[in-house]
C-alpha cells in the first residue's frame, strides 16, 4: 500500500487548495480514507474522514462548511478541498488508510504536504 500526497502549497489567507492523495494497493471499500494535519508544535489532528462503503463523513470543527474530502473511485484519489483558508490552517497535512472488516488495525500514511496560509 503507498498513499501519495500532492497539492500543497503558499496561499494566502481567503484563499483555496485543493489536496490529492493517490492510494495504490487498496480498496476504498475497504478502508477509512483520512485527511490529518500537523501544525509546528502541536499534535497531528484529524481534519476530514470517510467511509467509502457507508457514506459517512466526519470533520472537525475548525473545519466545517470550508474543508470537503471527497474522493475518485476510477483514479483511486482522495481529495480534501480547502476553501476560505486562515493562517491557522497552516501544517504539514498527511492521508491515512485505517483498515476496516477483515483489515482491521493495519493502518498508512502518506509522507504528507505542507500548506502555509500567510499574507
Known amino acids: 500500500v503507498q498513499l501519495v500526497e500532492s497539492g500543497g502549497g503558499l496561499v494566502q489567507p481567503g484563499g483555496s487548495l485543493r489536496l490529492s492523495c493517490v492510494a495504490s494497493g487498496l480498496s476504498f471499500s475497504d478502508y477509512a480514507m483520512s485527511w490529518y494535519r500537523q501544525a509546528p508544535g502541536k499534535e497531528r489532528e484529524l481534519v476530514a474522514s470517510f467511509v467509502s462503503i457507508t457514506s459517512i463523513t466526519n470533520y472537525a470543527e475548525s473545519v466545517k462548511g470550508r474543508f470537503t474530502i471527497s474522493r475518485d473511485n476510477a483514479k483511486n484519489t482522495v481529495y480534501l478541498q480547502m476553501n476560505s483558508l486562515k493562517p491557522e490552517d497552516t501544517a504539514v497535512y498527511y492521508c491515512?488508510?485505517?483498515?476496516?472488516?477483515?483489515?482491521?488495525?493495519?493502518?498508512?500514511w502518506g509522507k504528507g504536504t505542507l500548506v502555509t496560509v500567510s499574507s
Open positions: 491515512q488508510a485505517r483498515g476496516l472488516w477483515r483489515y482491521q488495525g493495519m493502518e498508512y
